[in-house]
């Protein structure tokens, strides 16, 4: 049974960093993709950032690209997201997620990620 749990989230004034983190057990963690998405009440969960099996090929939305970093522990079934420069737009309920398939999923395909996490609150004050 897959299971992936989100941990780190908080509150932060803009401008500060910080890190989740998320730990998939169940399965056989390095043979799949991962990705953070996040969803704000009334609005669709967005993909903000995905990663391959092996962590050399990223992908992160334009919201986010040059101020969050994704990456991957396959030692620690653990996968961390990252934050700098935190503006109010971030925002979210921020979800873990992992691929449908194994080995050949892609990193930057939304609609490939279909497990998730419970969900880590992130809260950025002005």
């Known amino acids: 049974q897959v299971e992936l749990v989100e941990s780190g989230g908080g509150s932060v004034q803009a401008g500060g960093s910080l890190r989740i983190s998320c730990v998939g057990s169940?399965?056989?963690?390095?043979?799949?993709?991962m990705a953070w998405f996040r969803q704000t009440p009334g609005k669709e969960r967005d993909m903000v950032a995905g990663?391959?099996?092996?962590?050399?090929?990223?992908y992160y939305s334009d919201s986010v690209k040059g101020r969050f970093t994704i990456s991957r522990d396959n030692s620690e079934n653990t996968l961390f997201l990252q934050m700098h420069t935190l503006e109010p737009g971030d925002t979210a309920v921020y979800y873990c997620?992992?691929?449908?398939?194994?080995?050949?999923?892609?990193?930057?395909?939304?609609?490939?990620?279909?497990?998730w996490g419970q969900g880590t609150q992130v809260t950025v004050s002005s």
């Open positions: 169940g399965y056989t963690y390095s043979r799949y993709c």
């Open positions: 990663i391959d099996i092996g962590g050399t090929e990223t």
């Open positions: 997620a992992r691929s449908r398939l194994a080995y050949v999923c892609k990193s930057d395909d939304p609609a490939g990620f279909i497990y």
